[in-house]
T-cell receptor
Framework: QKEVEQNSGPLSVPEGAIASLNCTYS??????FFWYRQYSGKSPELIMF????GDKEDGRFTAQLNKASQYVSLLIRDSQPSDSATYLC???????????FGSGTRLSIRP | KAGVTQTPRYLIKTRGQQVTLSCSPI?????VSWYQQTPGQGLQFLFE???????NKGNFPGRFSGRQFSNSRSEMNVSTLELGDSALYLC?????????????FGPGTRLTVL
């Protein structure tokens, strides 16, 4: 079992709709959870981080964390074509300074 | 505030050679992590340095090594290059404090091994 699992996609969502990206992790001791966006040919860009159970909102983005289910998700409201990218879920491992990445979900927003 | 910088941006080497990559973190950040990204394996953790000490290490062979200087700049070295080492090498900078470990990536160094 991979430490951090994501559906590779592609996930196709119409413009203006809500895109929902999901991630599960295996280490119950994980404390920090991150979502990165990576455009083709570019480096990952941090868009959200969450440390506590529940929801955290930042503009059009909402991160949701459920530690009991070992599940973290990212919702993107009012999806725009510029949101088309690969979204990487990342989780701290046995050490808070070691971050494990999922393989990413490719999101495509269709006009 | 300046972001994370990496040099060089592109490198072409041949098998058996060695290579050194450099990373300068965000000012004030003391932690630098290195990752290898390939299409097949995704983003894989190499190692993390904090205050000149290697704090964490991934599952890479000893050909991959690194170090960090007193100004927090870090270098990564790969010896005896293999074709499979062709990848995008990314470094990420963070404060290094356990409750503020958001990492910010540099633009990466694309290494091609021929």
């Amino acid at each position: 079992q991979k430490e951090v699992e994501q559906n590779s996609g592609p996930l196709s969502v119409p413009e203006g709709a809500i895109a929902s990206l999901n991630c599960t992790y295996s280490d119950r001791g994980s404390q920090s959870f991150f979502w990165y966006r990576q455009y083709s040919g570019k480096s990952p860009e941090l868009i959200m981080f969450i440390y506590s159970n529940g929801d955290k909102e930042d503009g059009r983005f909402t991160a949701q964390l459920n530690k009991a289910s070992q599940y973290v998700s990212l919702l993107i409201r009012d999806s725009q074509p510029s949101d088309s990218a690969t979204y990487l879920c990342a989780v701290t491992g046995s050490s808070a300074s070691k971050i494990i990445f999922g393989s990413g979900t490719r999101l495509s927003i269709r006009p | 505030k300046a972001g994370v910088t990496q040099t060089p941006r592109y490198l072409i080497k041949t098998r058996g050679q060695q290579v050194t990559l450099s990373c300068s973190p965000i000012s004030g950040h003391r932690s630098v992590s290195w990752y290898q990204q390939t299409p097949g394996q995704g983003l894989q953790f190499l190692f993390e340095y904090f205050s000149e000490t290697q704090r964490n290490k991934g599952n890479f062979p000893g050909r991959f090594s690194g170090r960090q200087f007193s100004n927090s700049r870090s270098e990564m070295n790969v010896s005896t290059l293999e074709l499979g080492d062709s990848a995008l090498y990314l470094c990420a900078s963070s404060s290094g404090l356990s409750d503020m470990n958001e990492q910010f990536f540099g633009p990466g160094t694309r290494l091609t091994v021929l």
